[in-house]
């Protein structure tokens, strides 16, 4: 496994306004996001391991193993204009599409990152704020090749993407500030082209155990699901959802 190389993270990216920290172990990358002072655009915290991962809806994010992506990108930038945590998805999927040269990768609503029908990344939002900023933290975590005991996920290893880990790193990096720079930049259509459950029947979960069945109908400018369900088309901005036949 190769190490994490600043220089090659960093290659063709503006350094003017990005800072980079490279940890072997943190606690959560989103965690130290929040301790440190920013002093660019972007802030961005990778750690090797995390001994506290955590993951949407209180989940623990696993994540011993070296050789996958823990990662974090920090603004105090007013990025309110999109829905943050779907152009972060889009950013990932366009990333490991380019580096691994196949479009094989597809979105499930609102974060998580599918290979095959399986999970391989998801993404943590958080916000922090003072009376004078508001801090947004995008946690992104990828497996690349995670322990065979976790493999009712999946990673990107074993369907034989081979995707390099400090490209693929920057090409996410790329992907997240140009589109987070263009206000007139198209998310919603490139979001829904990529979206695995459009129209299809799914369960609908949020943290209060709550539980709708219903059909996928749409995703609204700021990234709401729009679900058919027996009263009619109902818009959701948060929970998890499962479809038959993806994890
Ligand atoms: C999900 O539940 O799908 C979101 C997972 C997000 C995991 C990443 S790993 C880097 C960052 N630090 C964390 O503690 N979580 C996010």
């Not at 990216?13 to 172990?25: M, Y």
């Not at 880990?165 to 930049?185: P, Y």
Request: proline letters at 2%.
């Amino acid at each position: 496994m190769k190490t994490l190389k600043k220089n090659e993270i960093l290659k063709d990216l503006p350094t003017k306004r990005l800072n980079l920290d490279i940890f072997s172990e943190v606690d959560s990358t989103n965690d130290e996001a929040k301790r440190i002072d920013i002093q660019k655009d972007f802030h961005v915290i990778i750690a090797e391991k995390q001994t506290s991962g955590r993951g949407r809806q209180g989940k623990k994010w696993s994540s011993p193993d070296s050789g996958n992506i823990y990662m974090s990108i920090c603004t105090e930038n007013d990025l309110s204009s999109m829905p943050i945590s779907m152009i972060a998805g889009l950013a990932c999927k366009n990333a490991i599409d380019k580096t691994s040269g196949q479009a094989l990768i597809m979105l499930k609503w609102p974060n998580d990152i599918l290979l095959n029908s399986k999970k391989i990344g998801g993404i943590l939002v958080e916000m922090e704020s003072d009376q004078k900023k508001i801090r947004t933290i995008v946690g992104i975590g990828i497996n690349i090749n995670i322990k065979k005991e976790e493999s009712w996920w999946g990673d990107l290893s074993e369907f034989g993407l081979e995707v390099k880990r400090n490209k693929l790193i920057n090409s996410i990096l790329s992907e997240f500030i140009k589109i987070s720079n263009d206000l007139n930049f198209n998310w919603l259509n490139e979001w829904k082209n990529s979206c695995i459950h459009m129209n299809k029947e799914i369960m609908l979960e949020n943290t209060n155990s709550f539980q709708k069945k219903g059909i996928f109908k749409d995703i609204d400018e700021k990234g709401n699901a729009i679900i058919e369900t027996d009263i009619g088309e109902e818009i959701i901005s948060s929970g998890e959802i499962s479809i038959k036949g993806v994890y």
